[in-house]
């Protein structure tokens, strides 16, 4: 009579089969790479979404300066020509940038209007402002800059 197959994970001989100590070593390898992306991955997202927060602060510094030039009166053609809208109405600005309540810490950024006659018939000006930020988790500075064009009364 022959003796029946063995159908459990124990071999006829009485041993276990298992995983070796090295593949064992290899796939925690594996599984520690992964999650060490994984970690590197969330924590790049986060910078990136920061940054986002400080270009759209700057953005908005630079259309605020835009804003006020283009309120600034220009009437060339009135009875007293009146001409407001000129590069030293508009100084230098540094101011915090808003970060709204999620923002770590307090970031200076600096304003500079530039406005430059374009022709003189028919008048026409153009207005840069330029809003020059910090990033702190990565240096060097940032710029943001707006541009319009400006006929008198307008």
Do not use: H
Request: glycine share 8%; charged share 15%.
């Amino acid at each position: 009579m022959r003796p029946p197959k063995c159908k459990c994970a124990i071999r006829c001989t009485g041993k276990i089969a298992a995983f070796t100590l090295v593949e064992v070593v290899v796939s925690m390898l594996i599984v520690g790479i992964m999650l060490a992306g994984l970690v590197l991955l969330y924590t790049q997202s986060a910078v990136r979404a920061e940054w986002s927060a400080y270009s759209l602060a700057g953005q908005s510094m630079a259309l605020r300066g835009l804003e006020q030039a283009r309120a600034a009166k220009w009437d060339p053609r009135a009875a007293v020509p009146v001409d407001e809208l000129v590069s030293t109405n508009f100084p230098t600005v540094v101011d915090v940038l808003d970060l709204g309540p999620g923002g770590s810490g307090i970031t200076y950024a600096t304003n500079v209007t530039t406005i430059q006659t374009i022709s003189a018939t028919p008048p026409l000006k153009v207005i840069q402002v330029r809003c020059t930020w910090s990033f702190p988790w990565r240096g060097g500075l940032f710029t943001n800059s707006v541009f319009t064009y400006r006929a008198p009364d307008q």
